[in-house]
């Protein structure tokens, strides 16, 4: 059974910080990862997804990172801003089909 | 491209009543289509998998009688909460994996529906 987890599952910082958010997961026979946004009371919103066979993405100040075979991910964000406060979520593919998601991370960027 | 819709965003019902709730894919087929379930303040936890055409998919622990998944073309499908109670509040959040993508198992997300049952 595939487990992710996600630390820290809280994280306050100052406006202009640059941070690293990270999520690990058991069974390294992954397909991708993705990692989420979600917003209160909102759906999710895809911020990046990186196949098996990359070690990382890049979109505007985000950047993930992949390893394999260590089981772990991590979301970079930098310079950041209060708009970034959100729950920020990774999950991997299990069973072939459903996603499995950490517990995310709910960060807190104050101005 | 690859946008997802729920509807109703919100619904309040009495305890007893039914409530479905639809999942479209406004831009894409989606043979496959996730129904999940969020608590306050912890992760979405898969409920079933839906697949056109077919009987959905429940996870352990989900009563199918309870809630009814109809996957009635490529890019619907519904779930319908029977005889809801106070318990069944949740936000219930769908996903599409586009027919191209499957090899991938890409899913784009809908926005949510926030149930909550009196």
């Known amino acids: 059974k595939q487990e992710v987890t996600q630390i820290p599952a809280a994280l306050s910082v100052p406006e202009g910080e640059n941070l690293v958010l990270n999520c690990s997961f058991t069974d390294s026979a992954i397909y991708n990862l993705q990692w989420f946004r979600q917003d209160p009371g909102k759906g999710l919103t895809s911020l990046l997804l990186i196949q098996s066979s990359q070690r990382e993405q890049t979109s505007g100040r985000l950047n993930a990172s992949l390893d394999k075979s260590s089981g772990r991910s991590t979301l970079y964000i930098a310079a950041s801003q209060p708009g970034d406060s959100a729950t920020y979520l990774c999950?991997?593919?299990?069973?072939?089909?459903?996603?499995?998601f950490g517990g995310g991370t709910r960060l807190m960027v104050k101005p | 491209g690859a946008v997802v819709s729920q509807h109703p965003s919100r619904v309040i019902c009495k305890s007893g009543t039914s409530v479905k709730i639809e999942c479209r894919s406004l831009?894409?087929?989606?043979?496959?289509m996730f129904w999940y379930r969020q608590f306050p303040k912890q992760s979405l936890m898969l409920m079933a998998t839906s697949n056109e055409g077919s009987k959905a998919t429940y996870e352990q622990g989900v009563e199918k009688d309870k809630f009814l998944i109809n996957h009635a073309s490529l890019t619907l499908s519904t779930l319908t909460v029977t005889s809801a109670h106070p318990e069944d509040s949740s936000f219930y959040i769908c996903s599409a994996r586009m027919v191209a993508a499957a090899l991938y198992n890409e899913q784009f997300f809908g926005p949510g529906t926030r149930l909550t049952v009196l």
């Open positions: 999950a991997v593919p299990w069973g072939g089909n459903m996603l499995t």
């Open positions: 831009d894409f087929q989606a043979t496959t």
